[in-house]
């Protein structure tokens, strides 16, 4: 297994359209993450996943903003009506619940809305 | 709300210094911390996690402490080498349960930059 993989890893759009970001995350992991983040800023939590279920979405995640993970694998998110300040670097993590709760990153996929 | 700061935000060494880089949290209710580094335009790669539990980890040229008491974790980089150059997040997993994990919160970083 060669980590978590995301794609695309870059993707500009106009105003006003519709993307869609996938994840794979490490096969033994039951626990998949989704952050951005913007130029000179940590990393911020959108929501997460354990198996299929979306346990939590912090309050940046808008209405725009919506997060599936059908089979308990691979995850998608996606931005209705994407604004100019949607512009940023979409990460996927994943981790197992036990033992340590370490998190591993994807490579990111960068967005710009134009 | 726990904020986690770090700084410098910037640094510059010449090859073959030590690096300490710093970083503080306001709440010590913590599960773990974790640090990170960062290549431009890449994602997150980790380097250590320290559990609340711990004082100390090492791996290699790196070594990071842990003060839950104090609210600091402090990364040390010995014999920095070019390739060193990056930026070092870190990140805490804030309560005290499983719960928690996952939803870090991460300072903004320190940019590192090794001189040959």
């Known amino acids: 297994d060669t980590g978590v993989s995301q794609d695309p890893r870059h993707k500009i759009t106009k105003r006003g359209q519709n993307v869609t970001f996938r994840c794979d995350p490490i096969s033994e992991h039951n626990r998949l993450y989704w952050y951005r983040q913007t130029l000179g800023q940590g990393p911020e939590f959108l929501t997460y996943?354990?198996?299929?279920?979306?346990?939590?979405k912090s309050r940046l995640l808008s209405d725009r903003f919506s997060a599936e993970r059908p089979k308990g694998s691979f995850s998608t998110l996606e931005i209705q009506r994407t604004e100019q300040g949607d512009s940023a670097m979409y990460l996927c993590?994943?981790?197992?619940?036990?033992?340590?709760?370490?998190?591993?990153f994807g490579s990111g996929t960068q967005l710009s809305v134009l | 709300k726990q904020e986690v700061t770090q700084i410098p935000a910037a640094l510059s060494v010449p090859e073959g210094e030590n690096l300490v880089l710093n970083c503080s949290f306001t709440?010590?209710?913590?599960?773990?911390l974790q640090w990170f580094r960062q290549d431009p335009g890449k994602g997150l790669t980790s380097l250590l996690l320290i559990q609340s539990s711990q004082r100390e980890q090492t791996s290699g040229r790196l070594n990071a402490s842990l003060d839950k008491s104090s609210g600091r974790s402090t990364l040390y980089i010995a014999a920095s080498q070019p390739g060193d150059s990056a930026t070092y997040l870190c990140a805490v997993t804030p309560g005290w349960t499983t719960d928690s994990w996952g939803k870090l919160q991460f300072g903004a970083g320190t940019q590192v930059v090794v001189t040959p």
């Open positions: 996943f354990q198996n299929e279920a979306q346990l939590e």
């Open positions: 709440d010590s209710a913590i599960y773990n």
């Open positions: 993590a994943s981790n197992r619940q036990y033992p340590t709760g370490e998190l591993f």
